[in-house]
T-cell receptor, first 111, second 114 residues
Framework: KNQVEQSPQSLIILEGKNCTLQ??????????LRWYKQDTGRGPVSLTI?????NTKSNGRYTATLDADTKQSSLHITASQLSDSASYIC??????????FGAGTILRVKS | NAGVTQTPKFRILKIGQSMTLQCTQD?????MYWYRQDPGMGLKLIYY???????DKGEVPNGYNVSRSTTEDFPLRLELAAPSQTSVYFC?????????????FGNGTRLTVT
């Protein structure tokens, strides 16, 4: 069964610190991998999309990496801000356009 | 530019009641989707549409119906509501299904069935 597993489930960090969120997947074959940010009470918003041939993609203080051989991705957040507090969702697209969503990592940034 | 708009934001239904969740987008996107999000789980696709007049089932379509009479609107109908349909429902749209076309989500409808 194609799955997307995210770790940790939740994380608390101090404002200004860096953090890395992990995503492991078993989806195969896969077309692309996406990271979304979901603020409390809102819909997910796209952060990055990487094809299977890309290793890294940045969006401001967010940098996503992808290792298609080990089926792992990470999202690195630099110099965290209070507004980074949200759920971060990893999504893997199978060939044939089916999206498989992870359950998300809940990040809390405190001052 | 409002993006994807969902109404209502919250709703409580009694078992057996029916309702329609509304979704409209102003980006002229052909592709529209309905997802449900349950605690601790990834989003699950209920129905999707590739254009006006064309709809298809997703992973969890039982107990739901959709229609797509215009490009802008994609309502989701719940008939005979059951407690298992308690969830947060998200409507989304995209320009195409290519890698360069991310999903744009609405802010969700939180539904409780008691």
């Amino acid at each position: 069964k194609n799955q997307v597993e995210q770790s940790p489930q939740s994380l608390i960090i101090l404002e200004g610190k860096n953090c890395t969120l992990q995503c492991n997947y078993t989806v195969s074959p896969f077309s692309n991998l996406r990271w979304y940010k979901q603020d409390t009470g809102r819909g997910p918003v796209s952060l990055t999309i990487m094809t299977f041939s890309e290793n890294t993609k940045s969006n401001g203080r967010y940098t996503a990496t992808l290792d298609a051989d080990t089926k792992q991705s990470s999202l690195h957040i630099t110099a965290s801000q209070l507004s980074d507090s949200a759920s971060y969702i990893c999504v893997v697209e199978e060939y044939g356009n089916k999206l498989v969503f992870g359950a998300g990592t809940i990040l809390r940034v405190k001052s | 530019n409002a993006g994807v708009t969902q109404t209502p934001k919250f709703r409580i239904l009694k078992i057996g009641q029916s309702m329609t969740l509304q979704c409209t987008q102003d980006m002229n996107h052909n592709y529209m989707y309905w997802y449900r999000q349950d605690p601790g789980m990834g989003l699950k696709l209920i129905y999707y549409s590739v254009g006006a007049g064309i709809t298809d089932k997703g992973e969890v379509p039982n107990g739901y119906n959709v229609s797509r009479s215009t490009t802008e609107d994609f309502p989701l109908r719940l008939e005979l509501a059951a407690p298992s349909q308690t969830s947060v429902y998200f409507c989304a749209s995209s320009y195409s299904r290519t890698v360069n076309s991310p999903l744009h989500f609405g802010n969700g409808t939180r539904l409780t069935v008691t």
